[in-house]
């Protein structure tokens, strides 16, 4: 699939069809007639401010279709944080699952010719996946193993840092960053729901991972919110 470019991937579709080889012209019809089909209902359902981008190989015909653009956009003004990301996620994934299933039918192929399909959502599953998982930690963590529970506080940590850099815009970070700090900053909490005594090494040790996650979150949002205002 795509690589990150100057815009965070908001949706992507991919379709590999079993077909006779499309001619020169007939390939590039069918480029046309998908960007036609992708562009309005990607701009309907993500935001005004996208960018569709279509892109094919020879062969059994590959199909890749991707959406660029800013995620505090396709968000738009919203009251609750966590339902707008989930009704974006539904949107990019309708969208992208809508191209894939054009695809065939531009390409005038059956079910059984499609050999594969996928329907990402970029950035946006990614946020929701990480919004989800500290809405998780926070509210159960008490039942967890110390094994388990250092396992999950070790990839919250990753996942982190990595969506950081797939957050390419700084408006999307600030958005993002500033909307889950409420979230980090209940983790030092939930270490202590840990062990009744606060000076166990295994809650001093999560304390100090959760306080190390909280620090770098308010370094995202700070260096975010510093590159927009200069």
């Known amino acids: ?13 991919y379709a590999h069809i079993d077909v ?13 007639e998908i960007k036609a089909y992708q562009a309005p209902r ?3 359902m993500l935001g005004v401010d996208i960018e569709p981008v279509v892109r094919t190989e020879d062969g059994s015909l590959k199909v890749y279709l991707t959406v660029y653009g800013s995620l505090s956009n396709a968000l738009g003004d919203f009251s609750d944080f966590r339902e707008a990301l989930q009704l974006l996620y539904t949107s990019s994934k309708m969208v992208a699952e809508a191209c894939n299933l054009e695809s065939l ?3 005038n192929a059956s079910k059984k010719q499609l050999i594969r399909s996928e329907a990402r959502t970029g950035v946006v599953k990614a946020t929701k996946d990480l919004y989800d998982q ?12 110390h094994k388990n529970l250092n396992a999950m506080a070790d990839d919250l940590s990753k996942k982190t840092t990595q969506l950081n850099k797939n957050l390419t815009e700084p408006q999307d970070r600030q958005l993002v960053w500033a909307n889950l700090l409420p979230m980090y900053k209940r983790l030092p909490t939930v270490a202590h729901k840990l ?11 999560m304390k100090g991972i959760f306080e190390e996650m909280l620090d ?3 370094k995202f949002e700070k260096e ?3 590159f927009i205002n200069a």
Do not use: G
């Open 1 to 13: 699939m795509a690589n990150y470019i100057n815009q965070t991937i908001l949706s992507e579709s």
């Open 20 to 32: 006779v080889e499309l001619s020169p012209t007939d390939k590039h019809n069918f480029e046309v």
């Open 42 to 44: 990607a701009r309907r």
């Open 105 to 107: 039918f531009l390409a």
């Open 134 to 145: 500290l809405y998780y930690l926070n509210e159960t963590s008490d039942r967890f193993s």
């Open 195 to 205: 062990q009744l005594n606060p000076d166990d090494s295994f809650t001093k040790s």
């Open 216 to 218: 770098n979150v308010k």
């Open 224 to 226: 975010a919110a510093k």
